[in-house]
């Protein structure tokens, strides 16, 4: 049995997020479809985590594990040339048997990206949020220092989400102005909580309206009452851009 390790590259837009279900076209469907075809072996494809639905990656990762004997550089051809387009695996290499993409992850990086102008570009629109009025970026970067650390990150988690134990570790968080009109989120975590990311993006973008003071990002966390936090800001802004190991 071979182990091999994908990065994957995928446009979100029309998948149900990566986890296979049985309502909606997946992620993690397409490529062990795909997979199947060229090695004509059924297999499981395990990713770093979890994307939801409408969310991008840049560079997901995963393995799978195949009795097949063909090349890497074959199977890579062969299951780049049968996915939709939307979904590229970048890189495709035979690994150590020990790999495991979920188990072995250090920390993920994810961006989110605001387009703050008074018109949505008619380009790229399922790729960030359109934010109409002016943003603070000097109080949502204060705002965002609270955020650092180890926290009990409720607040900011799904409601009805089942995990129990919601302490997370945020490594590192950079807002920057990246082009005319567009703002870049950056965040590392140890791991995320259901709809981490977005529920902070959205709590962010009501520090830079002036709707709430950054020093309130404290209260927001020790409350760990998701109805305290912000609006969740939507799926198409969000990009799984790096797994760290």
Request: proline letters at 3%; charged letters at 25%.
């Amino acid at each position: 049995m071979r182990n091999f390790k994908m990065i994957v590259e995928y446009d979100g837009t029309a998948y149900s997020g990566w986890q296979r279900q049985e309502n909606g076209l997946t992620i993690q469907q397409a490529l062990e479809e795909a997979i199947q075809l060229i090695t004509g072996e059924k297999t499981v494809v395990i990713g770093s985590g979890r994307t939801d639905a409408g969310v991008h990656a840049l560079n997901q990762v995963a393995h799978f594990k195949s009795n097949s004997a063909l090349p890497a550089n074959k199977i890579y051809r062969g299951v780049n040339s049968v996915l939709p387009p939307d979904i590229v695996v970048k890189k495709l290499e035979e690994v150590a048997d020990n790999f495991h993409a979920l188990r072995d992850v250090k920390s993920k990086v994810y961006i989110y990206k605001i387009c703050n102008q008074p018109l949505s570009p008619a380009l790229g629109r399922n790729y960030f949020w359109h934010v109409r009025q002016p943003l603070n970026i000097l109080k949502m970067k204060k705002a965002s220092k609270f955020l650092i650390g180890t926290h009990d990150f409720s607040c900011f988690c799904a409601t009805g989400t089942d995990v129990k134990d919601r302490v997370r570790t945020i490594l590192n968080i950079n807002i920057d102005t990246i082009d005319d009109g567009f703002i870049e989120v950056k965040i590392e975590s140890r791991g995320f909580l259901k709809y981490m990311v977005r529920n902070i993006i959205g709590t962010l973008v009501e520090v830079g309206h002036d709707k709430r003071k950054p020093e309130e990002m404290r209260k927001i966390i020790e409350s760990k009452n998701r109805k305290i936090a912000g609006v969740t800001a939507p799926a198409c802004g969000l990009f799984l851009k790096e797994v760290k190991y």
